[in-house]
C-alpha cells in the first residue's frame, strides 16, 4: 500500500469534521477509512493544493494551489466563489481577518498579498524577508 500524502489540511474548532488534500483515501489509527463527505474540484485546474484555510463566513473555504492562484469556495454549492491570481509561485500562507472580509497570503515568491474578498482585488503587496506582523486597520 501507497503512502497517504497530506497536502494541506485544516478542523473546525469543535473538531467534527476536517478538510484535507489528499492523494489517497485516508485511514485512521483504528484502520478504518474515513468517509469522504465531498469533494470540489474545478475543471481544468490540475495545480496541486498547498494550503487550505476556513472563512469566518462559515460557507466559504480559501485554498491555495501550487500556480500561485488562490480560490475561494462555497461548501455549500461546491463551487468557485472567486479566482485570486496574484503569486508567482506556490501559495504557502493564508489567513483571513476576523469578518472574512480580507485574505492574506503568502507565497513561494516572497510576495504577501492582502486581498478584499468582496471587492475581489488584491489591496495591498509586499516582499518579505522575514516573518513581520501587520494590522490592517478596518
Same mark, same amino acid.
Not at 496541486?48 to 455549500?76: H, M, N
Given at each position: ?16 469534521? @476536517?478538510? /484535507?488534500?489528499?492523494?489517497?483515501? @485516508? ?12 469533494? #470540489? ?5 490540475? /495545480?496541486?493544493?498547498? @494550503? ?13 494551489? +501550487? %500556480?500561485?492562484?488562490?480560490?475561494? #469556495? ?18 504557502? +500562507?493564508?489567513?483571513? %481577518?476576523?469578518?472574512? +472580509?480580507?485574505? /492574506?497570503?503568502?507565497?513561494? %515568491?516572497?510576495?504577501?498579498?492582502? #486581498? %478584499? ?8 503587496? @509586499? ?12
Amino acid at each position: 500500500s501507497q503512502p497517504l500524502k497530506i497536502f494541506s489540511s485544516g478542523t473546525s474548532k469543535e473538531g467534527r469534521w @476536517c478538510v /484535507a488534500s489528499l492523494q489517497l483515501n @485516508c485511514t485512521c489509527n483504528e484502520n478504518r477509512v474515513i468517509p469522504k463527505m465531498g469533494m #470540489w474540484h474545478e475543471t481544468g485546474h490540475s /495545480a496541486e493544493v498547498t @494550503c487550505i484555510v476556513r472563512s469566518p463566513q462559515k460557507d466559504t473555504f480559501a485554498v491555495g494551489y +501550487a %500556480d500561485g492562484s488562490i480560490r475561494l #469556495w462555497s461548501v455549500s454549492s461546491k463551487t468557485v466563489i472567486t479566482t485570486f491570481n496574484g503569486h508567482k509561485k506556490a501559495v504557502t +500562507a493564508l489567513g483571513f %481577518d476576523e469578518t472574512g +472580509a480580507r485574505l /492574506a497570503s503568502g507565497s513561494q %515568491d516572497t510576495n504577501l498579498i492582502v #486581498w %478584499d474578498v468582496v471587492g475581489e482585488a488584491g489591496l495591498f503587496r @509586499c516582499v518579505w524577508i522575514s516573518l513581520v506582523l501587520f494590522h490592517i486597520p478596518q
